[in-house]
């Protein structure tokens, strides 16, 4: 317990404590500031397309992991952890490869917003697929085909069988992907170029603020990333608790 | 089982290859190839680098104290989130699953606040008696510590829930003492998941970025790790370098994976 106050208790309440120490007025006006609103923008906004993207793709990813066989699947399924493991650095340098300057396709999206939604895409691709990959693994196929010898359509089965039984694993997925996009700062750092007011997200402008010495501004803005991390981390126990009910 | 018309099938599997492949295995398989592109040269030059060199033993030394931290604290802090009761233990529980979803950068910052040697709370007195946190090695090892935390005990939570502890009530009816059954009952049936832990943890204390840039002040061939390494490199045009080490720390995270993967199976049987 006391390693774990030391560690995680100590250190967040002192985050807090210095958003709180310039009072209110010092803490909006940090916060109302252009270049941080227009971060802040940036990166909610690119988040939240980013998590649809996921929830969609991701559930197709899942759905072809599990229903579908073919050549290769395994692979598949190795290669979906690897923006997991691979360090944010790495990540960043890797889609440079592909998408900056000189590469292949001879797309040079370095620097745009385009990179920005590409680097949140990878580093969150693996949470939809293997949140929803469980629970789609262990659904009743009888009821399916129950529904199919009633005389419903594919797309009805679809619609009303498999999709209200995946809906919490999308939700909890989604969720992750969303806390994981908004707080996203390795794989940003070489690929955003990081300008403000165009590419520049909240991680990138709290790191500004820590260099140039004005902790309170950075605390204030990290106290906000910090509130969102525990909506969603309440949300999630929300949602698991349902399901836990749900049985 | 719905089957699927064909064409449809054939979209989706297209859709899912395609997306994974274009976001995740093109790019990895160029950094790969940039490595290799004059055969080992490159990589070599880039390892005897001396600030290569030690960014690398630097990190895994801050990864090996920071998995065997995490496990240590991770198991008992799972077997306290499953085995007892107390007040404030739903917020125990959402507060370890914090690091997960807070940006590396704000962990940072929190450490930073703390333990930092003029203004910290704890940094001056802790510095008055000899010992630096922030811009040290220490102060690396708790943020990667912070990061990892979470991967440890989501691995064991489930697991230790699920074997329930019949067994262990067992073997202290037996008159098992209580690091006698930790050590023959509990251990064992949640090696697996110790296991995982352990393999996740490294990975991510490998990689660990934004917090360690923060707490560890970059200090070339002192307490830069090997994924600032990356960022300098890169950022001084040598690109060559930055791909070599980004290779070694990919080359080595993808092994976590490749452990994880084939250990996973093994489990259901």
């Known amino acids: 317990m006391t390693w774990f106050s030391l560690l995680v208790l100590i250190p967040l309440a002192a985050l807090v404590a210095t958003a709180a120490g310039g009072g209110w007025d010092a803490y909006l006006t940090t916060l109302t500031n ?214 | ?78 077997i306290l989130l499953v085995r007892y009761e107390f007040p404030g233990k739903r917020l125990l529980s959402a507060l370890v699953d914090v690091p997960l979803s807070v940006s590396p950068v704000v962990v940072g910052l929190a450490l930073l606040l703390v333990y930092n040697g003029r203004t910290g709370w704890f940094g001056p007195s802790l510095e008055a008696h000899g010992f630096q946190v922030i811009f040290e090695t220490p102060g690396m090892v708790m943020a990667t510590c912070f990061v990892a935390l979470p991967l440890v005990i989501r691995e064991v939570v489930p697991v230790l829930t699920e074997i329930g502890d019949d067994q262990e009530q067992a073997a202290r009816s037996l008159g098992a003492g209580s690091r006698q059954t930790f050590w023959r009952i509990t251990l064992p049936s949640i090696k697996w998941a110790v296991v995982y832990g352990v393999v996740l943890s490294l990975a991510r204390s490998l990689g660990e970025f934004g917090a360690v840039k923060i707490v560890s002040g970059n200090f070339t061939g002192q307490t830069q790790t090997a994924t600032l390494v990356v960022e300098q490199k890169y950022q001084n045009f040598e690109q060559d370098a930055a791909y070599a080490t980004s290779f070694v720390l990919a080359a080595a995270s993808v092994l976590c994976i490749v452990v994880v993967s084939l250990l996973r199976p093994k489990e259901s049987t």
């Open chain 1, 34 to 247: 252009d270049q941080t609103m227009a971060a802040l923008r940036l990166t909610v906004g690119q988040s939240l397309l980013v998590t649809v993207v996921n929830v969609v793709v991701g559930t197709v990813i899942a759905w072809v992991l599990v229903r579908d066989r073919f050549f290769g699947k395994r692979v598949l399924d190795v290669i979906i952890d690897i923006p997991f493991a691979l360090p944010t650095i790495v990540a960043g340098l890797v889609l440079l490869a592909l998408y900056g300057t000189n590469g292949p396709l001879g797309v040079d999206w370095s620097s745009t917003r385009k990179a920005v939604l590409l680097a949140l895409a990878f580093v969150t691709l693996p949470f939809v697929v293997r949140t929803v990959q469980p629970v789609l693994e262990e659904l009743d196929h009888d009821v399916e085909e129950a529904a199919a010898s009633l005389g419903a359509g594919r797309l009805t089965i679809f619609r009303r069988i498999i999709l209200p039984g995946l809906t919490p694993a999308i939700a909890a997925g989604a969720a992750l992907s969303f806390a994981r996009a908004i707080s996203e700062y390795g794989s940003l750092v070489l690929l955003s170029g990081n300008l403000p007011y165009r590419t520049e997200v909240v991680s990138v402008r709290v790191l500004t603020f820590i260099e140039g010495g004005n902790t309170a501004a950075a605390a204030s803005l990290a106290s906000v990333m910090l509130a969102v991390a525990l909506c969603v981390i309440v949300a999630l126990d929300l949602v698991q608790r349902r399901v836990a009910r749900r049985g």
């Open chain 2, 1 to 78: 089982m719905v089957e699927v018309p064909t064409p449809v099938k054939w979209l989706l599997r297209l859709l899912a290859v395609g997306y994974v492949f274009f976001l995740v295995a093109w790019p990895v398989a160029l950094v790969v190839q940039h490595t290799f592109a004059d055969g080992f040269t490159t990589l070599s030059d880039t390892l005897s680098d001396p600030s290569v060199q030690h960014a690398l033993y630097l990190t895994a030394m801050v990864a090996t104290w920071a998995v065997v931290i995490n496990l240590v604290f991770g198991v008992t802090i799972s």
